[in-house]
């Protein structure tokens, strides 16, 4: 019965007090605060697991006793991590003319990595003309897949590099694809039109990426890149036949 007092504050030996005292917040936080956290993920699971009224926990989260907050999950670095990260660091230290040490400016790395897109997209939201006053009526048009689930993807290779100048640093992206004409006619596309598929990502897929990666320039980065997508695309080299 004390601890009942204690918790909702009520004074039997107070003349001329009516109905209950405001249930006392340091006390509900604290019975909050013995639960782990990884059980306080809604007011249901902290109404439970403390055994206060729903309706207490929603005043303390309006009288910002409680806040909702998102756990970040982060990558874990191990020791080489961190000495690959120092010895990156370390490679791009030079020595000065005053026998000082300075960082290299980067103007002549290009850094490449692929991104990877849907090709269509679920549930698009369009803006179509209805047909009044004898305008143009449009319908939405249905795209079909297998399955919503599983979308197909797209791997786009990008290069970029430190800004200087009037350059702003891009080099390009480019998707991975392949040239094929359509044998037969879908819902999609009809037959006989020249169509872009993506490709499986392979050895060969990544040697041509390996080849990008290996120029020590900007110049020399930037032409190769062009060269590979003269085309607008990376090709995707056809596989060899193992027939002899």
């Known amino acids: 019965m004390e601890a009942w007092d204690q918790l909702y504050g009520r004074s039997s030996s107070s003349c001329g007090a009516c109905g209950w005292k405001k249930v006392n917040r340091a006390a509900l936080c604290k ?12 007011q249901r699971s902290i109404q439970v697991a403390s ?4 309706y207490l926990v929603q005043r303390l989260i309006k009288e910002d006793y409680i806040r909702r907050a998102l756990r970040q999950t982060r990558p874990l670095l191990t020791p080489a991590h961190k000495l ?20 290299c400016d980067m103007y002549d790395v290009v850094h490449i990595d692929e991104k990877w897109f849907y090709i269509k997209q679920i549930g698009q939201r369009v803006y179509l003309l209805t047909g009044k006053e004898d305008v143009l009526l449009e319908n939405p048009r249905v795209q079909f897949v297998q399955s919503k689930r599983h979308i197909m993807k797209v791997m786009l290779s990008c290069a970029v590099a430190r800004p200087h100048g009037d350059w702003d640093g891009k080099v390009g992206l480019w998707p991975v694809v392949e040239r094929s004409i359509a044998q037969k006619t879908s819902v999609n596309c009809p037959d006989g039109v020249e169509e872009l598929r993506p490709v499986s990502i ?3 897929i990544l040697t041509v990426f390996q080849r990008c990666c290996d120029a ?3 110049a020399n980065a ?23």
């Open 222 to 244: 930037c032409a190769s890149m062009l060269s590979i997508a003269a085309s607008g695309i990376l090709v995707a080299p056809k596989a060899k036949s193992s027939a002899p």
């Open 51 to 54: 055994n206060i009224s729903r």
């Open 202 to 204: 392979t050895r060969d």
């Open 84 to 103: 690959a990260r120092l010895q990156f660091c370390r490679d791009h230290v030079r020595n000065t003319l005053s026998g000082g040490y300075e960082f």
């Open 216 to 218: 020590t320039s900007l």
């Open 31 to 42: 019975r909050i605060a013995e639960i782990p956290v990884t059980e306080r993920e809604n």
